[in-house]
């Protein structure tokens, strides 16, 4: 099988010249040692997941290691720069917010998703919508555009005597290319260039005798569409990816997400996602608490503490939700140097399609899993249901994503647990800030 590639602006796990040059710092950028520890203080999770939204974004050509150098923290820049915020480097709940979605929308746009492609072993980022045709052999498969001006391929080579030097070699002297970037490692090499009216680009990895790789050709005049899109595909690239474990990710042993009193006797909605796998509540501020009900069917758990007086819960909307809410919840300590204030992000909910939930733009920062949206009364519309981080890895798109199980779903929960919800208005957005609490799950 033929293996050609992509792209002269390519993400290189190794070095300097990656057509990407740091800016020079913004008068309004914060101090390094600041950025440093914003960013130190981040899970590991996180880190890369900016990265990899900062590629989608087409701010970010670099590598995605969880290491924010030179050239992340340009990235950041750009991205803040082109958004109209300032260009400290250190992205902000609602800019993050911003960053995610657009990354989400690029991702959905052309059907992106991680594969591990059995022929060749390796694991490789696809965009479906541009390559709806496929075809294997025993080296590898091969992915095409509908009208063949694009094609992916990935390839496995175990001829005696192939090593990573010989392929290499092999690929730069290829007839007709014209190389305009390449590099070899101990374990990996990148090839890319011109080939014709193409470009083409190829990475590969060598273990155990075997030589792993993949490479993509595409029309010059598509490069605006598919040099991302090939940032992107090395960026997930895994010539010899670990065993996959059964079962789904694993989750931190201690979760922070939000929750919001609903009931003067210490009732407390949030998410199901958020206090699944949790063996002990806690409600910052408060104590231990107990769960009371856990709904499969809406998504909603409920807590109660007992012995508190002078709550101050909110009351549920009677109408739709719809159009802009304030969205009330505790980021995650990471988000905050270890603190709990309780926060407001301005959202939109997003129509419901048929056979989907209402959606939330943009989606919330960690920390607002169980988060409440009211309106501008103070009355809670909805719980914000997003999919919490894992321990460790980037996030696939959809952990990014966030629905609004709306107040009406909530009611009915609590008429069927016999709970009686508040009903005196808190007056507005900012008053509504007393009855959200911090909610702190611990697993085994």
């Known amino acids: ?86 260009e400290t480097g250190v992205l902000n709940a609602k800019e993050r917010g911003q960053l995610r979605t657009a990354a989400d929308r690029r991702r959905s746009a ?67 290319r014209k190389v305009t970037y390449s590099v070899i490692r101990p374990d990996f090499f990148v090839v890319s260039g011109d080939l014709g009216k193409r470009k083409f ?93 856990d709904d499969k069917e809406s998504g909603l758990a409920l807590l109660r503490i007992y012995g508190v007086r002078d709550l101050k819960p909110l009351s549920l909307a009677d109408s739709a939700p719809a159009g802009q809410v304030t969205l009330l919840g505790v980021a995650d300590p990471s988000r905050q140097r270890g603190g709990g204030d309780t926060s407001a992000a301005s959202a939109r909910i997003l129509p419901a399609e048929a056979g989907k939930p209402l959606g939330i733009e943009p989606a919330p920062v960690l920390g607002f899993a169980g988060a409440g949206a009211v309106d501008r009364g ?15 890895g980037t996030p696939p798109a959809s952990a990014s994503a966030a629905r609004l199980i709306p107040a009406a779903t909530l009611k009915v929960l609590l008429q069927a647990r016999n709970v009686v919800p508040a009903t005196a208005p808190s007056g507005n957005a900012d008053a509504a800030k007393a009855a959200v609490v911090r909610v702190i799950c611990l697993r085994k």
């Open 378 to 392: 103070g009355h809670l519309v909805g719980i914000a249901d997003v999919s919490v981080q894992v321990v460790a």
């Open 201 to 293: 680009y190829v990475r590969a990895q060598e273990r155990g005798g075997q030589v792993r790789g993949f490479s993509v050709t595409y029309d010059q005049r598509l490069a605006s569409t598919y040099d991302p899109i090939v940032i992107a595909m090395a960026a997930a690239f895994q010539g010899f990816p670990a065993a996959a474990v059964a079962g789904p990710p694993p989750r931190r042993k201690v979760e922070y997400g939000s929750g919001v009193f609903v009931s003067a006797d210490g009732h407390v909605a949030t998410t199901r996602d958020l206090i699944e796998g949790c063996h002990l509540f806690n409600l910052a501020g408060y104590g231990p608490a107990d769960l009371v009900a």
């Open 1 to 86: 099988m033929k293996f050609a590639t992509a792209v002269a602006v390519v993400l290189l796990l190794a070095g300097p010249a990656l057509g990407q040059q740091a800016k020079p710092a913004d008068k309004s950028a914060a101090p390094a040692d600041t950025v440093a520890q914003a960013y130190a203080a981040l899970p590991e999770a996180e880190r890369l997941a900016i990265q990899t939204d900062l590629i989608w974004s087409g701010d970010y050509v670099g590598t995605v290691d969880g290491d924010f150098g030179a050239r992340s923290l340009a990235a950041v820049r750009a991205f803040q720069k082109r958004n109209g915020g300032q």
């Open 110 to 176: 052309v059907g992106w998703r991680i594969i591990d492609e059995p022929a060749s072993g390796v694991r490789l980022g696809i965009p479906a919508k541009l390559f709806p045709q496929q075809r294997s052999d025993g080296a590898g498969a091969r992915w095409l555009s509908a009208k063949g001006e694009a094609q992916a391929e990935t390839f496995r080579i175990t001829a005696k005597g192939a090593t990573l030097q010989s392929v290499y070699d092999a690929q730069r002297g290829a007839a007709q």
